[in-house]
């Protein structure tokens, strides 16, 4: 699949299949992160893989975006300390989080072109997260990507065409 086709066709998958996904799998995954680009190169970003069904039934109470518990969960986290050593109050505050959302887009695609399907939340609990899962305070689980076999393949929503979206030079009106 090139690259073009894996960005029209991934789709957020909600429902999965009890298929599990191997180690091998996720972890290139988030090798797949790993390459994305990065604020003055900090690469602040911390990955923490769950697996086991009780931790993610914990999770899943202060995560009002899942439906169920998926085959694994991929927490996107900021190291907080790493970033502003690296780049500044800048990389702290923004740049990392930015950073987190690219790799994010990599961990996707990725895992499309694998044949898993992914979701990327953000509406969950930062705070209890860290708790359940023992972070460290300087580690801020910015986003939640669940991963799994696709019970099905939803349809492509409408997107706005590029006509409507696309300004050259100077902002006109239409």
């Known amino acids: 699949m090139d690259v073009w086709e894996a960005i029209k066709s991934r789709r957020s998958i909600r429902l999965f299949t009890d298929q599990s996904v191997t180690t091998e799998a996720l972890t290139k995954l988030v090798e797949a992160g790993c390459w994305a680009p990065s604020g003055s190169n900090a690469q ?15 999770v899943l109470r202060f995560s009002p975006g899942l439906f169920q518990v998926p085959p694994a969960m991929i927490f996107v986290c900021t190291d907080r300390e790493r970033a502003l050593k690296k780049a500044g109050e800048m990389g702290r505050d923004l740049m990392c989080l930015l950073d987190g959302a690219m790799a994010a887009q990599n961990i996707m695609l990725q895992a499309h072109a694998m044949g898993l399907g992914t979701c990327v939340l953000k509406g969950f609990d930062q705070k209890a997260a860290q708790i359940i899962l023992g972070m460290p305070e300087n580690i801020i689980p910015e986003l939640l990507i669940i991963v799994g076999v696709a019970k099905e393949a939803p349809q492509p929503p409408g997107r706005r065409p590029v006509k409507e979206v696309l300004h050259w030079e100077r902002w006109e009106d239409r």
């Open 44 to 58: 602040a970003w911390e990955y923490l893989i769950v697996t086991d069904p009780a931790l993610m039934k914990k």
